[in-house]
């Protein structure tokens, strides 16, 4: 019978047939260094998360929109680049979210913020 090793050092495991790790320290271990994000991803999610708490704050709870000058946006960190997904109107007007809050870019170097309504 072939003898089990902890995935994370490399001990024998005794105990349990399914039993992976040696102990909660070495489970932790493990699952920390697998679960790790890149520099790259934590970059994107922190943009994310600041376009996010942005429109968050400019749109108010009462009307669930907003319109204002681009410029502000940039001024408060805004990054167009990064957005969770789109959504495309009938009429052809493609808004860009940042998960349920959203921007259409207008012509005239205004943007209208949005907060999706929720779905039940």
Excluded: W
């Excluded at 320290?25 to 699952?31: D, G, M, V």
């Excluded at 994310?48 to 009462?62: A, D, F, G, H, Y």
């Amino acid at each position: 019978m072939d003898e089990k090793i902890c995935l994370q050092c490399g001990a024998p495991l005794k105990g349990r047939i399914d039993k992976k790790f040696c102990d909660d320290q070495c489970r932790t271990s493990y699952n920390n260094r697998h679960n790790h994000d890149s520099p790259l991803m934590r970059s994107i999610n922190s943009s994310l998360r600041r376009n996010r708490k942005i429109m968050m704050n400019l749109v108010p709870e009462s009307t669930g929109k907003t319109k204002v000058p681009r410029q502000r946006l940039l001024q408060l960190g805004f990054d167009f680049t990064y957005y969770t997904h789109e959504y495309t109107t009938r009429s052809g007007a493609v808004y860009h979210f940042c998960y349920e809050y959203g921007y259409l870019p207008l012509g005239n170097d205004y943007v209208v913020l949005v907060k999706q309504k929720q779905r039940r």
